[in-house]
């Protein structure tokens, strides 16, 4: 998986951050959390430690895409 570097820099420039959250305490099942300058979102989708990190380079990008295209 290749990163999206330019979307990740543009969204934290502007306050956007995305992660992972444990859902277990043993953090074998997460959710993707969106931080927004402060107003945090969960969302609904479960994911495992290997499959979430494509998930966030994924909504960063089009979180970058819509952006580029208004």
Same mark, same amino acid.
């Given at each position: 998986?290749?990163?999206?570097?330019?979307?990740?820099?543009?969204?934290?420039?502007?306050?956007?951050?995305?992660? &992972?959250?444990? @859902?277990?305490?043993?953090?074998?099942? *997460?959710?993707?959390?969106?931080? /927004? +300058?402060?107003?945090?979102?969960?969302?609904?989708?479960?994911?495992? &430690?290997?499959? @979430?990190?494509?998930?966030?380079?994924? *909504?960063y990008t089009e979180l970058? /895409? +819509?952006?580029?295209?208004?």
């Open positions: 998986m290749t990163l999206n570097v330019n979307a990740m820099r543009w969204c934290w420039s502007n306050g956007i951050k995305i992660y &992972p959250h444990p @859902i277990l305490s043993n953090g074998t099942v *997460l959710k993707v959390m969106i931080n /927004n +300058n402060g107003n945090e979102r969960l969302g609904n989708e479960r994911f495992t &430690p290997k499959t @979430i990190y494509k998930k966030i380079n994924e *909504l970058y /895409n +819509n952006h580029k295209n208004q």
